[in-house]
Every structure is written in C-alpha cells, then in structure tokens.
C-alpha cells in the first residue's frame, strides 16, 4: 500500500518538473515513515529535505510545491507541512479500505514478498550435545530457529534447516563412560564417578534398557546405543514442539570423510596454519580476532574449532549464499574466530549471522526452578510442553528478542486469561471463528469485499484494525530482513488488543446487513492475517477455545 503513495509524490515531483517548477533532474530515494503520533498523520516523507541543497530552495518550500500538486488526490485527506520540511500525510479511509480486498484476493500469500530473490540460506539451530534430553533454554532457541525458517521463505529464501550433532569428541565419550559405569552399578560392582561425567536419571534408564538388551558391557557397545536413544529422544520431543529438521548433520562424519583435513589444508596452502609449541594455529588475528587459535593440540588431537573450520567450509561447499547459526549467549566470544574463519575461505564475513539466545529462568508463581543438566535436576522441554502445551511455550519464546533475558513462569504460560499472550491472540482467531458460525447461523449471506459498501466501516476502531491489517507485509519484510521474528509477536499482541476491545463496544452481525456484510469482510481479513502470522510462528490457529 505505501507503493502507491509513494507514486502519488513522485509523480507530483515529475510534473512539477515538467512545469519548471522543481530543478533537480536526479530524484534522492524516496521512504516513507509510519507515524507514530496520529496527531501527525499516517506517513511523513522527508524528500523536499533531501533536495534542498541541490534545488537551491528552503525545504518547506518545496514542499508547498509538493503539497500543491497532490492536492485533491482521493486517497488523501490533506497533507501538511512539519518541522524543517517534512510532508505529513492523512490517508482517507479509501486508502485503508483497499486492505481489505488484497487479503481477500491473497488469502494465505498475503504478508509474503521476495526480498531473499530464491539466495540459499542454511539455518543450523538447536544443535546441543546429545548427551540428555533438551532443556528449556534449547526450546527458546528451536523455537526462534523454526519461527526465521519459516518467516525466511515466506520472505523468497531458499531455506534449508539442519541440526549439527556433536556426535564426536570428549562429550560423547563421557556419555559412553557414564552409562558404562552406571551399568556396572546396576550389576553391583563399585564404581567411582568423576565431575566430568552425567549423572542424570535419565543415564540409569538408558542403563537399565541397555541391560536388557543383552549387550556387553563396553564403551564401545554402550557409547553408540546411549547416542542413538538420545537423538531419538530430541527427534521425538522436537516433533512434539512442531519442529522438524532437513537435515542431520554428523560431526563425526567430518574426520570419516577426510573434510577436517581438507579444510586445514586449504587454510595451509593460503599461509594460515603454522606450527608452534607442537600444536598447529590458526591465524585468526589477520582477520580481526584478539589471539590466534588452536586447531590441533600438541597429542595430535583436533579441537572442536577443527571440526567448526570444516563444518562451515562444507556449509560454503554445498553452495549455501549465507549461513546463520543460532548459538547460546555463552558463546559470544566464539563469533571472532567464526567469523575469520569465513573471511580465511573467501567469503564475506558478512555472509556468516550468528544469532544469540539468552538461557530461559524458569519459575513457578514466581519462584525459580532449579536447573542442572549434569546433576540432572533439568526441567526438561517435554515436561514444559507437557504441562503449558506446545503452542504456549513456542509463542512464549517468541514475545521477547532472543538475546533479552526472558523469564518463564509455567503458571502463567499455562493460564487462560490475558495475562498469557498467546492465550489472548488464539482467542482473537477463535472469536473471529465464532462470529463467521454466528453470521452462518443466522443465515447472513456471505459476499466479497467487492460486493460489499465497504465505506459503511467508519468508526475509528474499524478504521484502526485495518490500518494494522495493512501494515501487516511490512511487519514480515522487516522481521525478515533483520532477523527477528519476535517482531510478530509484538505486532500481533497489539492487533489482537485492538480487536478485543472494537468486540467488546460493538457488535459484528446487527440487523443491519449491509453493516453487517461490510464488518464481516473485515473479521475475515483480520482471521487471515492472524492464521497467516501464526503459521511463520509455528503456532496452531485453534477454531474453538
């Protein structure tokens, strides 16, 4: 809908040119800006600003010329001059109007845009170490990872999701070895445990069904059937939480396929791996790093940087345009040397987005809920959406920026009341449900927005939806092109607000039916713009509550 304003200047700016009444030949970008102030009207431009200099004239000026050639326009209600120069613009309700047979027309497409033009975008997310079941803190990142993918190929990405298992390195081995020894337990013998290994129960169940299967009691039997128990269990918990993943990608399979080589070679070959204390480094400092880093430690055994070199490097091999990695907050300091990384192999640094998610406090009424993966005292992501329901707990995720500290309280995830967010938004797309059976049962012919007098929708909470209906497609553009989908959240949370209370004032079906008809159109629109919003959210859009 801006686009057509936009137009409007422009073309008033040609033909004031046309007229000699505005010199300068090479138009400055032209944006327009949502005011925030209603007192100040519904957009401001800030071109006859730009072209003041090279037209040799006070803004205002300018701007009166503007002004004077779009006066009139039916679209708009008047514009006015603000500040230095600004142009303010109060749209008349025709313009607002229009929304609403664009989402009718659209229906699911609406909101959706092709600003990614089909780049190839690989989103590795979650990816924690398969050595328990997923904790709290990994479903605020799945949920901010399955919610971009989403958002991003609504967006025109091409998208391909990917979940890195750690299945290689010391971490996997202590698993092997907690399970072992918790074996050994079972069995009797004495053991002795040291800081470094898991204790959780889960260990004990997986102990206990490794027992019965019969299998000898070795690390080398163990290790890989805790491995594949586990990454069953955070397929089955992430499917529960509608999340599914094109790809698994192994750790191990690096060092298998020679990649972890391969990529030190190349690194070699352009002089930025060299030898120092027995161990081989990596020049990160040429590229803007604090220190240089270790790639092979002096026993000849890889780091973990090793395996990220030439997991990023196969990432750039598989012809993905730009990589983003979603990362616990305590791993901030790992960006530098990533991002060296990928200027080393050539690519922009640029091209590499690490997004950081801050731990979850989890409370009940208010108090904390202790959380300790190796203790094994975790409230596990099943047990949350267990107890508050998949959908609670995604959307809850959702209301704050990833890497804000977000506090989780299940009793209000779980309530049924305002206070719980997406309680109140699911109630809005349920309301509107409610009013289409209503209309139904009382046999109010259903008709198109073309069908209907739409100009009959006057009142300034009518007017005020559909301005959030309208704004809608920028949302989306804007939480694609910064990554950030908790800005759906916010947008929904305010559109839901203001039909809530236009409900409470006012009756949809009336014994006015043209009214009737007309405010029915824009129920249906608001119930497609909320059903579309959900699904980038992953979040079901229930009928009924």
Request: with cysteine; net charge negative.
């Amino acid at each position: 809908m801006k686009e057509t304003l936009i137009e409007i200047i422009r073309n008033a700016i040609v033909e004031a040119q046309a007229e000699g009444e505005i010199k300068t030949r090479d138009l400055p970008p032209l944006y327009l800006e949502a005011s925030k102030n209603a007192e100040h009207g519904d957009f401001a431009v800030n071109i006859a600003m730009k072209m003041a200099q090279t037209e040799g004239k006070p803004p205002r000026k300018i701007a009166e010329t503007i002004i004077k050639k779009i006066t009139g326009h039916p679209i708009i209600d008047k514009a006015e001059i603000a500040g230095p120069g600004f142009i303010n613009f109060f749209m008349s309700n025709d313009y607002w109007l229009k929304t609403l047979s664009e989402i009718e027309a659209l229906g699911e497409s609406y909101g959706k845009c092709n600003i990614g033009k089909g780049q190839k975008v690989l989103l590795e997310y979650v990816s924690a170490n398969p050595t328990g079941p997923l904790h709290i803190g990994h479903g605020r990142g799945a949920a901010l990872g399955d919610s971009l993918s989403r958002l991003l190929r609504a967006a025109g990405y091409d998208v391909t999701t990917e979940f890195y298992v750690n299945d290689a390195g010391s971490q996997v081995q202590n698993l092997a070895l907690s399970v072992l020894l918790r074996c050994r337990e079972i069995n009797g013998e004495k053991v002795e445990w040291t800081e470094n290994l898991y204790k959780g129960e889960y260990i004990n169940d997986l102990a206990q069904e490794f027992l019965k299967k019969g299998g000898n009691i070795t690390v080398e039997e163990a290790g890989p059937y805790a491995l594949n128990e586990i990454l069953g269990w955070l397929k089955r918990d992430l499917s529960g939480f509608n999340i599914t993943f094109d790809k698994w990608f192994s750790e191990k399979s690096l060092y298998t396929n020679g990649e972890v080589q391969k990529a030190i070679e190349e690194l070699k070959g352009k002089g930025l791996i060299y030898g120092k204390d027995g161990a081989l480094w990596f020049k990160s400092t040429d590229f803007g790093d604090d220190k240089d880093r270790v790639v092979i430690r002096e026993n000849g055994e890889p780091t973990y940087f090793a395996s990220d070199i030439a997991y990023h490097h196969d990432k750039y091999e598989r012809g993905f345009d730009i990589l983003i990695d979603i990362w616990g907050a305590d791993h901030h300091g790992y960006i530098p040397r990533m991002k060296a990384v990928v200027q080393a192999l050539g690519h922009d640094k640029e091209s590499l987005r690490v997004l950081l998610v801050q731990m979850v406090s989890l409370l009940r009424s208010g108090q904390p809920v202790t959380m300790s993966k190796r203790a094994g005292e975790f409230v596990t992501l099943k047990e949350v959406m267990d107890e508050v329901g998949a959908d609670s707990a995604k959307y809850t995720f959702m209301t704050r920026r990833p890497d804000s500290q977000m506090d989780f309280d299940l009793e209000v995830v779980k309530s049924q009341s305002s206070e719980n967010p997406v309680f109140y938004l699911q109630y809005a797309y349920a309301r509107a449900c409610n009013i289409e059976r209503f209309a139904s049962e009382r046999n109010l012919t259903v008709l198109t927005a073309s069908e209907v007098n739409l100009g009959l929708l006057k009142l300034p909470e009518e007017i005020r939806i559909i301005k959030s209906l309208t704004a809608y497609p920028e949302v989306v553009e804007g939480a694609a092109i910064s990554f950030e989908p908790h800005r759906l959240t916010v947008y929904l949370q305010e559109l839901a607000g203001h039909f809530h209370s236009y409900y409470r004032e006012n009756r949809v079906v009336t014994d006015d039916i043209p009214l009737s008809q007309a405010r029915m159109v824009m129920v249906r629109g608001l119930k497609t713009v909320i059903g579309n919003a959900l699904g980038l959210l992953g979040v079901s859009a229930p009928r009924s509550m």
